[in-house]
Structures are given as structure tokens and as C-alpha cells.
């Protein structure tokens, strides 16, 4: 019989959906594991980096369920963002039309896969149970001071029509979304507070083992924890001052000028002091430096640019006078937006009086060397060394030197030591329609108001259009935007922006414990059980925007008293998939190269995608896609099919009993029983303990093999062959369970593959008849030996030194040592 994979495959979809076996409840006796890949955004459809992570983690699930875990294996869509508002401008439907037809289509997807979700605890983020709960949240922070709102220069991306969080500009100050670049704008928009969390959110990346070192080096680096002191600057003839911060306040002796960001509210005040003329030449050159990106303001090899505002600031420690410039290059979202510019010691400071024809101040030289001449540098010099040109200090290395500057500096007044990240507090407010409304609104009387909770969900109109050219259709919902105060009954406008999606993504796997919960976002026991997620599975292009984002969000929904006070971490493992990638490249549509899992599945059938997505390459390393490959696999499970199918009634006939090694003599059943259980030993160390799928896949193809080759010939063979059998369907089926599963009812078993138990190793079987001994002389190797293994290195010297070989290797020399590895060496050490 063919293997007719298009009427096997939603046969066992059914079966499995219908008897509810993936259905997981908790409690139990059973040792719990949570399985999680990041769920997807629905915009239109799976491509084949989704299919490679949901192979990876329904594997997972799957074998667990098999080694007796209580395995949590949930699905869920993050379905608010702009995609849906775009696909409403350009086909003319709603966005919740939109994005809940594609959530059904995706849904197909996961059930053409195979794979094995507990549907029951389905999320939508886009639905008003879900986002009430968001609101929620929201609430709780704005109560604990950690929600608030602000006026501040903010990224912004004209395509979008919407700003950006730090984190969401990427690669060369492009939008993560779209790649359009960022500019700055000042606007009053809704902050967290997450830098209250940024110590404990770097110090816990010490505790979480389970994550590649890659993600926990860029999450650090995001944080970037620094040591160093604030302090003021007194702006000359002025009441106003400039605050900086610097990690080398060793070199303060050296500062020459003061630059400010184009953004810096000081920039402002300083303009309304200047002549009309001079302030409309600074604030255009504001408005022009504004409006780049932060990559090209910072990019090392660009040509500095700034503009001398005219006014002077006071160095604290010596009163010289320097002169207050506005540069491209120093950003308001890195440290104060003020620096001092030290040009002997930071190259883009150096590069920018070079231009600028301003001062230059060495104030650390080479140890054994005298300062160097300024009028004789070609760069800055910014390696440690000692001091000097900065008075009492001259001499001192660069570390005391900044210890006892620094104490100075608290002793005097002038400013203090703290730490400082480049960590910012994360900007949640979005000029878009399609996103969780902010449950705030403002009155003319009360001011800015939280909602009470028994406001929530604050739902979107569903009438809102969204206008042709993008922008918030939320302006123009007045019906909507007038409501009444909570406070004092008097009219009100709600906050028009929503939040950003990711904040949707930063809880949710919290919402999987407790999916129909409406008194609380989770049921606390449910999150006592379940929690934290075992592995987490997902790219690493998250790895500094939804991984930190959760991480913030446990924190405090551990503060809250929601999960235990030690749980302050969401994922203890995490596995980072590589890209698929085809002709060399990332499958893309304008590469021309994207390869559609729809058309794989319907030509080839799940299990062939899956086994070759699993097969091709480590699970964190890139998949480079062959056609080749997928008939490869293709051609594998066809002939497992046939192997089972034309054995099927000898197969149905033999003892279901494990056939001991006693019991076979040597020769072919020994070996096929070594076989078997070797593959079981060993798959199961790749799956488990090294998630070497693709080695665990190669194992299982020398079993078929080594089955293909043995002829059983009486009852006892049989049921050795039907245990070889049953062990490959067993161990192949979290990588192909449809025809796993029904190959193993065709051998006449009457329970699901899906739940039975992982076979077990025979240890004895894993044990050779007969192991190779190595004799070295003085540690080179001089002969070789067959014996029994498992000798002690008492027996083992004993048996190798009474062979006539080893005797005569020995002759009358004096034996100093003898040194004995039991199953692999004996080193016998002669004097002469």
C-alpha cells in the first residue's frame, strides 16, 4: 500500500483534536514542564522560519509528554499593530476583519502541521478579554509611579506615522517595522519605568544559564550599566547650569568646550537669550540636525557638524571658561545630552575641535613618558596611563586617579558618584488606531485621570476608519474621544494613543494559565505551578525588545504579589532558531526566493517538511533550504511506510515482549538488539540534553537500516524486530507523528503514539561482548588486545601483563608504574 500521506495526515488531526489527548490541566503527580515558542503576528500566513519554530517546539512537547511530563504546550496571536491598519487602508475592510480571517487561516496552518496545542487556552491580544487585562496592568504601574507621561524628544518614523521605542530602532537608525529612517520629535507621550528594574536586570542575566551566551552579552550591552559622576556646570552670566556625566571624570582638567544635543531643553533658553538673527541660524541648524538619525549623527567616520551657541560654561574645578557648542553626535537619549568635550582623550571629540579649530588639553600620558604636545597629535589618546596637566592629581594612574577625583568632587559640592544605564524607560505610546487604548482620559478640572477598573476593557470603536494617508483614526472618533470623569462626573477626553504591542507580548504567557479567568489576568496557582516557562523558543532578533520587555514585566508582576516574590525571571531556557535561507540568502519576496509551506505540505505532506526542517541542520544554526533535501526525506518515510506495511501481519502476530540479550545468540539478533537500544540511549541524549535533532534523525536512519537488513526467521526474531520497529516509530514520531501513528496502529496497538511512553534502555544491551585494550610502553601505543569488558584495573593489569606480547615488550626492565583505564588502556612505565 502507498504512503497516501493527504488522507493519513487529518485523520490523526482529527483523532488527536477529538479525544483531547493534548489537553493539559494543572496539578498531578506528573513533574511539569512549560513548552513556548513566540507566537506569531497573523499577517496573512506561516512562512518557513515560523515552520522551523513550531517543528521545534511541538518535537519538544511531544517528547516530554512521552517521558512523563505534564507538558503546557499553548498557542496564541499577537494581533494588534500597523500590518492590519496598512492592509484596511489598501483592501478597504476593518482591521479586526482582517486579522482574525488570517488568525483562522494560521490556524489551519498549525493544524495541517501537526501540531500539538492545547487550543483551549487560545489568545488573541486584538480582543477586548485579552486587552482588558493589558489595561489592567497599566493601571497598577500608574498607581506604583511606574506609568507616567512626559514631554520629550521621542524616534519617529514618518511611514509609520507613529513613534518608536529605543529598542525598536535598529540596524543604521532605520524603523524596526519598515525600515524607514528615524528622526526626533518632541512630543508628550506615556513612559515605564523600567530603568527602576535596570540593576536586577542585569545582575539576573548571571542566574539564567539555560540562555545562549550570544542574547545575554547583547542584553547587557543594551542595559550598559557604567560607574562615574554627575555633576554641574554653571553657564556664565546666566542663572542657568548644564548637567553631565562621565565615566573619566579623571580627565576634567582636559575638557575644552561643552556640547549639547540638538534636543536638549537648555538648547531652548539659551536661544531666547541670543540676538534674533543668531537664534534663527541655531535653531535652524537644530531643526536640521533633528531631523537625522541618530546612526548617521554617531557614525564615526562622519563629518562632525555643531554650531557655537555664543555662551560659556564653568569648569568647577579650575574656573576656566569653555566654550558651549551644539554637536550632531551627541544624542538626548544617552546620558544627560550634555558632554564634556575632552578631544586629547575621545576621538569624536578630538575629530570635532580639529574641525573646529577649539582647544586641545592632554591630561593622561604613557607611563615613563611626558604629556604629549597637542599641537603634535594626530588622534586622541584614550588607553589608560597617568595624569597629568591636572594639578595635585599629576602622576597618579587612571584608576586612582578617578577614585580620588571623584571623592574630590563629593567633598566639594560639585556633583556625585552614582550608576548609570543606557538603559531607558520605555516609550509605550502609539499614534495608531489598531492597538490597547490607554486607559486614561483628561479633564479640564481633575487633570489626568486613570479609569477605575470597573471601566475595563476601555474597547476601540469599531466604526474608526483609518485615514488613506495612515495617522491615528482615533482623533477623529469624537463620539468616542468625549466621555465623562470617573473623578468629578464633568466632561473629558480619552488619550487617543494606544499602546505599544509589545506590551501585549510581555505577558502573555501568563494569560496561557488561566485563558478564561475574567477576575484577574491569571489565576495565581495557575502561575504558582506553571511558571516559569521551561523553554522558550524564538529568533534572536527579540533579543533587546520583547526579551527584555518580559523580563521588566515579570518583575513587576512579582512586585504586584501576583507570582511568588522569587519569581522574577519568565523563561529559564531559550532557544534561539537560526533563519531559513535559500540560494544563499533569507527567504524574502523581493529575493524571489520564499518558498511557501502551504505548497510543501500539500506536494510532500507535514511530516516530510518537519523531518527535513528538523534534519538539515542544528536547531541554532541556519537552515539552508534543498529541494533535494525535502525528497530526501520524502523518500526516508516512504520506505519506513513500506518497511511496516508489508510486514504489518507478521508485525501484528509477534510478541509484544523485550527479547533479552541472553536470549539472542551472536550474530545478527545481537547486533539489532545493540542497535536498538544504542539509538534509543543516544536520540534521546540529542533531543534532552543537546537538542541535536538533526544528529537524533541520522540515528533513527542507521535503526531503519540495520531493520531493512534483518531477516527474522523464528518468534523469537520476530519480536525482536517488532521491538526494533516499535522503538524507530516511537523515537521518529515527535518528528513525524502522523504516519508514526499510524504505522503503529497498523501493527495492531490500540493506543495513541502521541501519549505512549518513551521506550526505555536496556543497559545490558548496551554492553559489547568483547571491548579493545590498548598496551602502551612510556605512553606509546605497542599492541592491542581483545577482553571481556568491565574488568577491574586489577584484572585488567593482571590479564594483560600475563599475554606473552606484553612480556616481551617488558623484558628485564624495571616496571616503575603501571596505569590502568578499565575498557580502554593499561601504560606500563619502565625505568631505562
Known amino acids: 500500500m502507498a504512503y497516501e500521506f493527504g488522507a493519513i495526515e487529518p ?37 518557513m522560519g515560523h515552520l522551523r519554530n513550531y517543528s521545534i517546539g511541538d518535537l519538544t512537547a511531544r517528547f516530554l509528554r512521552m517521558n512523563g511530563y505534564n507538558v503546557l504546550y499553548p498557542i496564541g496571536f499577537d494581533s494588534f499593530g500597523m500590518p492590519a491598519e496598512n492592509a484596511a487602508i489598501k483592501m478597504k475592510i476593518h482591521p479586526a476583519k482582517w486579522t482574525l480571517d488570517n488568525i483562522d487561516h494560521v490556524t489551519g496552518q498549525f493544524k495541517s502541521m501537526g501540531c500539538s496545542y492545547d487550543w483551549r487556552r487560545m489568545v488573541k491580544t486584538c480582543l477586548p478579554d485579552y486587552y482588558r487585562w493589558s489595561q489592567w496592568f497599566f493601571l497598577r504601574m500608574y498607581e506604583r509611579g511606574l506609568a507616567y507621561k512626559k514631554h520629550a524628544p521621542v524616534n519617529w518614523c514618518d511611514s509609520c506615522g507613529t513613534v518608536l521605542a529605543n529598542e525598536q530602532v535598529i540596524g543604521e537608525g532605520v524603523c524596526w517595522r519598515c525600515g524607514t529612517p528615524v528622526v526626533k520629535r518632541a512630543l508628550e507621550q506615556w513612559f515605564l519605568r523600567i530603568t527602576d528594574y535596570a540593576e536586577e536586570l542585569l545582575e539576573n542575566l548571571d542566574n539564567l544559564s539555560g540562555w545562549p551566551e550570544r542574547v545575554l552579552t547583547m542584553q547587557r550591552n543594551w542595559i550598559g550599566r557604567s560607574e562615574g559622576v554627575r555633576f554641574d556646570m554653571r553657564i556664565a552670566d546666566t542663572d542657568l547650569s548644564i548637567e553631565a556625566f562621565t565615566t573619566r571624570i579623571d580627565t576634567i582638567f582636559g575638557v575644552t568646550f561643552v556640547a549639547l544635543a540638538a534636543e536638549h531643553p537648555i538648547v531652548e533658553r ?80 578630538f575629530d570635532f575641535v580639529r574641525k573646529f579649530g577649539l582647544g586641545i588639553i592632554p591630561v593622561v600620558r604613557a607611563e615613563g613618558e611626558t604629556a604629549p604636545n597637542p599641537d603634535e597629535m594626530t588622534a586622541a589618546i584614550d588607553a589608560d596611563g597617568i595624569a597629568c596637566n591636572s594639578g595635585e592629581f599629576d602622576g597618579l594612574p587612571t584608576p586612582v586617579a578617578i577614585e580620588k577625583i571623584g571623592e574630590w568632587f ?131 532578533e527579540h533579543a533587546c525588545l520583547h526579551l527584555i520587555y518580559a523580563r521588566f514585566f515579570t518583575k513587576v508582576v512579582s512586585d504586584l504579589g501576583l507570582v511568588p516574590s522569587d519569581m522574577r525571571e519568565p523563561f529559564t531556557g531559550l532557544l534561539t532558531q537560526g533563519m531559513v535561507v535559500k540560494d544563499g540568502a533569507k527567504m524574502s519576496k523581493s529575493l524571489g526566493n520564499v518558498v511557501d509551506p502551504d505548497e510543501i505540505i500539500k506536494k510532500y505532506g507535514a511530516d516530510t517538511a518537519r523531518l527535513f526542517i528538523l534534519f538539515a541542520s542544528p536547531p541554532d544554526k541556519s537552515l539552508d533550504w534543498s529541494d533535494k533535501g525535502v525528497e530526501g526525506a520524502n523518500r526516508f518515510l ?24 541472553d536470549s539472542l545468540p551472536a550474530g545478527p539478533g545481537k547486533d539489532l538488539k545493540r542497535l536498538i537500544h544504542s539509538t534509543i540511549d543516544r536520540v534521546t541524549k540529542d ?145 631505562g
Open 270 to 349: 539659551l536661544a531666547e537669550m541670543m540676538p534674533r538673527g543668531r537664534r534663527d541660524e541655531v535653531l535652524e541648524f537644530v531643526r536640521r540636525i533633528s531631523s537625522r538619525s541618530a546612526i548617521e549623527r554617531t557614525a564615526n567616520d562622519g563629518d562632525k557638524m555643531g554650531i557655537d551657541t555664543g555662551f560659556e560654561a564653568i569648569n568647577p574645578v579650575n574656573g576656566t571658561r569653555a566654550p558651549v557648542w551644539i554637536a550632531d553626535y551627541i544624542l538626548m537619549d544617552y546620558g544627560t545630552g550634555a558632554i564634556m568635550g575632552v578631544p586629547a582623550h575621545d576621538q569624536r571629540d
Open 11 to 47: 485523520k490523526w488531526q482529527k483523532r488527536w483534536e477529538e479525544s483531547g489527548c493534548f489537553h493539559v490541566e494543572t496539578g498531578g503527580d506528573r513533574p511539569k514542564f512549560y513548552c513556548l515558542e513566540m507566537f506569531p503576528y497573523p499577517s496573512g500566513a506561516l512562512h
Open 638 to 661: 516512504n520506505r519506513v511506510y513500506r518497511m511496516v506495511d508489508e510486514s504489518a501481519s507478521e508485525l501484528r502476530s509477534a510478541k509484544r515482549a523485550a527479547v533479552s540479550m
Open 687 to 831: 533531543i534532552k540534553d543537546e537538542r541535536q535533532f538533526n544528529t537524533a534523525v541520522a540515528r533513527l536512519m542507521e535503526l531503519y537500516n540495520g531493520l531493512t537488513v534483518f531477516n527474522p526467521g523464528n518468534e523469537i526474531e520476530w519480536s525482536l524486530f517488532r521491538e526494533g520497529v516499535e522503538s524507530l516509530l516511537l523515537c521518529l514520531s515527535p518528528f513525524c507523528p502522523h504516519i508514526c501513528e499510524e504505522l503503529w496502529e497498523a501493527m495492531g496497538n490500540d493506543d495513541y503514539l502521541a501519549t505512549a511512553r518513551w521506550p526505555s534502555v536496556d543497559t545490558e544491551a548496551l554492553k559489547a561482548d568483547r571491548v579493545t585494550v590498548v598496551l602502551q610502553i612510556n605512553g606509546k601505543l605497542r599492541e592491542q588486545y581483545e577482553v571481556e569488558p568491565g574488568l577491574s584495573k586489577e584484572e585488567l593489569t593482571k590479564r594483560i601483563m600475563d599475554q606473552p606480547s606484553a612480556k616481551s615488550r617488558v623484558g628485564g626492565k624495571e616496571i616503575v608504574k603501571v596505569i590502568a583505564v578499565p575498557d580502554r588502556l593499561v601504560n606500563i612505565v619502565l625505568r
Open 410 to 540: 563629593e567633598s566639594n559640592g560639585w556633583g556625585r558618584r552614582e550608576t548609570q544605564y543606557r538603559l531607558r524607560d520605555w516609550l509605550i505610546s502609539r499614534q495608531r488606531y489598531w492597538g490597547t487604548p490607554i486607559p486614561v482620559v483628561y479633564c479640564d478640572r481633575c487633570g489626568t485621570v486613570p479609569l477605575p477598573e470597573s471601566s475595563l476593557p476601555v474597547e476601540l470603536p469599531f466604526d474608526a476608519r483609518i485615514p488613506d494617508n495612515g495617522g491615528n483614526a482615533l482623533l477623529d472618533c469624537e463620539d468616542w474621544v468625549r466621555t465623562t470623569c470617573p473623578r468629578c462626573g464633568g466632561p473629558a477626553r480619552r488619550e487617543t494613543d494606544t499602546m505599544d504591542t509589545f506590551i501585549c507580548s510581555s505577558w502573555y504567557f501568563l494569560r496561557y494559565l488561566s485563558p478564561a479567568c475574567d477576575s484577574s489576568p491569571f489565576r495565581p496557582e495557575d502561575a504558582d505551578y506553571w511558571m516559569p516557562v521551561d523553554l522558550y523558543i524564538g529568533g534572536i
